[in-house]
């Protein structure tokens, strides 16, 4: 058996940094649509496309481009019609 601590202590400098996590945050729903689009590229991989398919796939990459427009007029700061004031 060894004779050392069986857990090794987690360095601080591992740890994302607060302004890490924020840019984590402002980048999640741009992460989200593009996972939604994949999703729905990935199921056409096996069969032709359908009408359905087509629309999921549009409506998917509206929403990355919208997610992507928005998180550029945030990190802009610009304000979108919609937001708060």
């Known amino acids: 058996m060894a004779l050392h601590n069986p857990t090794t202590p987690w360095p601080d400098c591992l740890e994302p940094s607060d302004a890490e996590l924020d840019a984590i945050e402002t980048e999640m729903p741009v992460v ?3 996972v ?3 999703d729905a590229l ?3 991989l096996d069969r032709p496309a ?5 629309r999921r796939i549009r ?3 509206h929403r990355v481009l919208t997610a992507r427009r928005d998180a550029a ?3 802009s700061g610009i ?3 919609g937001d708060a004031a």
């Open 36 to 38: 939604e689009l994949l």
């Open 32 to 34: 989200l649509a593009e």
């Open 50 to 54: 359908s009408e359905f398919d087509g």
């Open 42 to 44: 990935i199921v056409l």
């Open 79 to 81: 304000q979108v019609s």
């Open 59 to 61: 409506r998917a990459h």
């Open 73 to 75: 007029n945030r990190a």
